[in-house]
């Protein structure tokens, strides 16, 4: 009998520091790195063992109130990044987020394991950045002002313009990053300190240091291509999936390895309801290449733990994260979907002062556990009706009342209704109230631009910047970006074996992976299935939940509670079923 078993495992751990009296680090060097944006700082640490972390800081431009690239590493993740000779001392600092073109001032503070500091100055001249989709020149509808209320000063721009993607900028407007993975698409996202961006089936991990690791190929799940947008799930990311059977109508949830933790497919979930309900779901849902959903953006809500997919052709449809049960929908009744009573009795109205959106995309979860979205007001393209057009596109944001079965609009920036872009576009909220809006796709064939503008918590317009554009290949969307306190932490990966009792002999293990490749449980289960894990880490940790998943037709369970003693962790599996792939999380 033959079990696959592959631990995916998630850890919170404090070290204990050490004495480091009389120890330093100096600088030796530095080269470019792969971009203007990065440079390579070569140091020494004397002795090797004394060093605990190494912070950097990048001076602002004379005149700039942003607040300056802040980033600390320990000095576990420089070994763990090859960065860190333990035997020589010899240290490679990757700095990031510097001005192209431009002499930096970056100070170093080196932390011993005594807690004391070391400070030290050096000074990077970088070449300049060439493009030709205009990032380096945008126009200042409004620079930015001298207010430092707002409360992100960085934000990535996700673009298919030019061979850099996604690209970084400040709000004063200067670009501070781009993507070094030669891969340029709109879909990409933040998660884990990296960026994440794919090209047809295949996703890639950028590091902020210009490093980049080709994670998967998705081809052999049934893959044709991804589209729109990464967005946060409640493990791991949200991806849009194209199939050889459905169009944009696909979601996934990936750990930060690339592996599939969970899939939605809206033809199945919505066909079901429909059915359930009395409705012909083929008047509706239809096959690839008819994009009758066009699914453009996820989110995860955690205070119920529901599954909210934007939906731009139909509405926003929430989903019970577990079961896929549709919980409500919010959309304009005016289309097509509304003519079915089985998705209409899913339907909340709309309160008072309050319109539906219309072709909405950018989903997202607000602080106060609201909806925000950007309301293109664009009308249906692949159903009839269409519904309506408000010829006029504003971010919005909703509560949703679940009891009452009512969506009531809590905020809007409507601008005077003087812009419209029908497609594309984002808002996204960073501190409570501050928001960051990108007008995507401006204007016509004969004049398209994008703007971006930040708003800060009282409503100020804090920046204001236009860019010409072809479509939305200049910033379909934007979200805000935290370089001023950035932090990259790492502990000995954990280990996890399978463990057996052998009678009289004790038990033996077979060693697990927690990354890569599964790793083969030849042992048999039992009538019921029964295996034990045991994972150890590297120092004493918490676990808030477990659970397994397991492989395409086969059953794993958990049987009771993981039992935590110090840095070990066991979990008990049950219901264990033969010849597959399973998960633990």
């Known amino acids: 009998m033959k079990i696959l078993l592959l631990a995916i495992l998630f850890i919170s751990a404090w070290l204990l520091p050490a004495n480091s009296d009389g120890a330093s680090v100096i600088v030796n060097g530095q080269t470019a790195g792969p971009t203007p944006f990065i440079a390579n700082v070569q140091l020494t640490a004397n002795p090797p063992a004394s060093v605990k972390s190494i912070n950097f800081k990048i001076t602002p431009k004379a005149g700039s109130v942003t607040r300056p690239v802040n980033v600390t590493n ?69 620079a930015r002002t001298g207010s430092t209320a707002l409360s992100y000063d960085y934000m990535i721009l996700k673009n298919t313009c030019g061979s850099y993607s996604p690209i970084i900028i400040d709000t004063d407007g200067q670009v501070r990053w781009v993507g070094t993975a030669g891969v340029t698409n709109l879909a990409s996202g933040l998660f884990q300190n990296s960026i994440y961006i794919v090209n047809a089936a295949v996703i890639y991990r950028i590091e902020f240091d210009g490093t980049f690791t080709q994670l998967r190929n998705y081809s052999s799940d049934g893959v044709v291509d991804f589209h729109h947008n990464i967005d946060f799930g409640k493990r791991g990311i949200l991806l849009g999936v194209d199939t050889a059977a459905q169009t944009e109508a696909v979601t996934w949830e990936v750990d930060g390895l690339g592996n599939i933790l969970k899939t939605w497919n809206m033809a199945d979930i919505i066909t079901a309801a429909m059915t359930a309900g009395g409705d012909n779901a083929s008047l509706f849902v239809k096959s690839s290449p008819n994009d009758w959903f066009h699914n453009n953006a996820n989110t995860y809500k955690r205070s119920d733990d529901s599954l909210l997919v934007s939906s731009r052709e139909n509405f926003v449809i929430a989903l019970d994260y577990q079961t896929s049960a549709i919980k409500w929908i919010l959309g304009d009744p005016n289309k097509h979907w509304h003519q079915f009573p089985s998705l209409v009795a899913y339907a909340l109205t709309a309160g008072t002062n309050t319109l539906y959106p219309i072709g909405e995309h950018a989903i997202s979860i607000t602080q106060d556990d609201n909806l925000l979205l950007f309301d293109n007001g664009k009308s249906s393209l692949n159903h009839t009706p269409a519904g309506l057009d408000r010829f006029y596109s504003a971010p919005r944001k909703f509560q949703i009342n679940t009891q009452s079965k009512v969506a009531t609009e809590l905020w809007n920036y409507q601008a005077n209704q003087s812009f419209y872009s029908p497609f594309c576009a984002s808002v996204y909220e960073d501190s409570p109230l501050n928001y960051l809006v990108d007008y995507a796709f401006l204007g016509n064939s004969a004049a398209m631009y994008t703007e971006v503008l930040g708003l800060d918590s009282v409503g100020n317009k804090i920046f204001h910047y236009h860019y010409p554009a072809l479509g939305c290949d200049i910033s379909w969307n934007a979200f805000p970006i935290h370089f001023e306190q950035m932090s990259f932490t790492t502990l000995a990966p954990p280990t996890a074996v399978s463990r057996k009792p052998h009678g009289a002999a004790g038990s033996f293990d077979i060693v697990l992976p927690v990354a890569g490749n599964a790793g083969v449980e030849c042992r048999s289960g039992g009538t019921n299935g029964d295996y034990k894990i045991v994972a150890t880490f590297a120092a004493p940790v918490t676990i808030t939940s477990a659970s397994v998943t397991p492989g395409s037709g086969g059953s794993a369970s958990l049987s009771g509670s993981p039992v935590i003693s110090g840095n070990n962790v066991t979990v008990n599996l049950t219901n264990v079923s033969n010849a597959q792939t399973i998960m633990l999380n």
């Open 74 to 142: 320990s000095i576990d993740y420089l070994r763990s990044r090859g960065y860190f000779n333990s035997q020589t001392g010899a240290i490679l600092l990757p700095v990031f987020g510097l001005y192209a073109n431009f002499t930096n001032t970056v100070t170093l503070a080196y932390t011993f394991t005594d807690n004391s500091v070391q400070m030290a100055t050096v000074m990077i001249s970088t070449s300049a950045f060439s493009t030709s989709c205009g990032y380096n020149t945008p126009t200042a509808v409004q």
